[in-house]
Nanobody, 121 residues
Framework: QVQLVESGGGLVQPGGSLRLSCTASGDMYSIYDMGWYRQAPGAERELVAMIHSISTTNYGDSVKGRFTISRDDAKKTVYLQMNNLKPEDTAVYYC???????????????WGQGIQVTVSS
């Protein structure tokens, strides 16, 4: 059974920083793309950042220049460094990974349980 566990969320003032982490556990052969999504109340889930297996990255327009995604494959972990946070960044943040369980299987999308980030003074 594969599980993704997020950590690092919380309450921060505008202009502050947080670092989210997400670690995968369970039996797996490889991890392809890793990403972060977020969902604010009443809104659809949106892409925040994605990092591919060759470490190229994509960012949502609203976070470019403020957020940085990185990965540590040995630790099966993806990070999201969030700087200069704004109230509109308030949302539940979800980790996502494309995981291949065995050498002969296809990749499957897995999601974390979500973690709250609140930006408020």
């Amino acid at each position: 059974q594969v599980q993704l566990v997020e950590s690092g969320g919380g309450l921060v003032q505008p202009g502050g920083s947080l670092r989210l982490s997400c670690t995968a556990s369970g039996d797996m052969y490889s991890i392809y793309d890793m990403g972060w999504y977020r969902q604010a109340p009443g809104a659809e889930r949106e892409l925040v950042a994605m990092i591919h297996s060759i470490s190229t990255t994509n960012y949502g327009d609203s976070v470019k220049g403020r957020f940085t995604i990185s990965r540590d494959d040995a630790k099966k972990t993806v990070y999201l460094q969030m700087n200069n946070l704004k109230p509109e960044d308030t949302a539940v943040y979800y980790c996502n990974m494309e995981i291949v369980r065995t050498i002969t299987s296809f990749e499957i999308n897995y999601w974390g349980q979500g973690i709250q980030v609140t930006v408020s003074s």
